[in-house]
């Protein structure tokens, strides 16, 4: 289907809502997996923790290693000792940060706001785009250690329940803060299964992309090439680089480990497909006729209807394929979205 014709709504499926896993399982690799073939459509069902079976000698997984910040403040506006919440959206400079304020009509610049019993303050700078807010903090000590005590996790918005654990919202190779959603297709591993994966000689590859909160903003625009993509921040490292150009060279297969992953090698390979050390704002919009450059399998979770997530599964295995996939993953009774089951298209 020429890229030109796909309507937002080519992307549609019926999701029951008690599919959408409100909880994270007790052990994180007893996930269910679909194996999906992008070349067949064939279909076949499978437990996360087997995913070393169906990995090879000289692939290279490819993992996002961001990590979430608690960057759900909740407060009060100390003019008035109004409600409020705030969510960090992207550090400007210093103690400056783009935010998410709720309710946001009354928060104009001068606006002071108190959270934690002062622990922390912040004054409201600006207003920028979307309605966002500039808002400088001011606090002692170090402000991750505060955020730490204060914030809560980002959850999206189609869950609903308190997590009890912050940690089950972090990969277990999380290293650098900057996220305001978890890559979700990682929550799956396991230190140990991550060994195993090792010990069979698969390669590991970490790359950075500071996953922001438009990965959930539905698309609005009937046709899909007049969507704005959101920007976020990449990084890749030399050897990260040199992993993944290896295993290419060697015709040994490349697999990210969610979509984040494969957005970030995507945008900063060259025509070749070849990589090296970058970093930069990426707004690559991937769907179906788009020509992969460095991807040849995709581990991820089940995403929402008619989002750009689908459309970028839909690119690599096609729409058809992906569709009737996620039919067999409702009827199987697959449970969706973040804390949900996972899919490797390969």
């Not at 928060?107 to 002062?118: E, I, Q, S, T, Y």
């Not at 990210?256 to 970030?264: A, N, Q």
């Amino acid at each position: 289907m020429e890229a030109s014709g796909l309507k937002t709504a080519d992307f549609y499926f019926d999701l029951p809502q008690e599919l959408i896993a409100q909880d994270p399982l007790e052990d994180r690799s007893s996930s269910r997996l679909l194996m999906l073939d992008k070349n067949t459509g064939e279909i076949r069902h499978e437990v996360f923790r087997n995913i070393a079976d169906y990995l090879e000698e000289g692939d290279c997984l490819v993992l996002n290693n961001t990590k979430v910040l608690p960057a759900r403040l909740l407060g009060v506006k100390a003019e008035t000792g109004a409600a409020v919440e705030v969510l960090l959206l992207k550090r400007r400079e210093g103690d400056v940060w783009e935010t998410l304020v709720k309710p946001g009509r009354k928060m104009k610049p001068g606006a002071h706001l108190v959270f934690g019993d002062g622990i922390l303050k912040a004054e409201v700078l600006d207003v920028v785009e979307e309605g966002n807010r500039l808002i400088r903090f001011s606090y002692q000590g170090i402000f991750e250690e505060v955020l730490d005590s204060l914030g809560e996790m980002p959850l999206p918005p189609y869950i609903t329940h308190k997590l009890k654990d912050k940690n089950r919202y972090q990969t277990v190779y999380a290293k650098y803060d900057g996220s305001a959603a978890a890559p979700t297709a990682g929550l799956h591993f396991t230190e140990e299964l991550l060994r195993q994966i090792e010990e069979k000689g698969v390669k590991l590859a970490y790359v950075t992309l500071h996953v922001g909160l438009g990965t959930f903003r539905p698309v609005k625009a009937d046709n899909i090439l007049e969507h704005h993509m959101h920007s976020e921040y990449y990084q890749i490292t030399d050897q990260a680089a040199k992993t993944i150009n290896e295993t290419k060279k060697s015709g040994h297969r490349v697999i990210c480990v969610g979509t984040t992953s494969c957005r970030t090698i995507e945008s900063a390979a060259n025509a070749d497909g070849m990589l090296k050390e970058c970093c930069g704002d990426t707004e690559i919009f991937i769907y179906p006729g788009y020509q992969f450059k460095v991807l040849d399998g995709l581990i991820t979770n089940f995403h929402l209807p008619e989002s750009t997530l689908v459309m970028l599964v839909s690119a690599l295995a096609g729409r058809e394929n992906v569709l009737s996939a996620y039919q067999k993953a409702i009827e199987e009774r697959y449970r969706f979205f973040s804390f949900g089951d996972a899919m490797f298209i390969s």
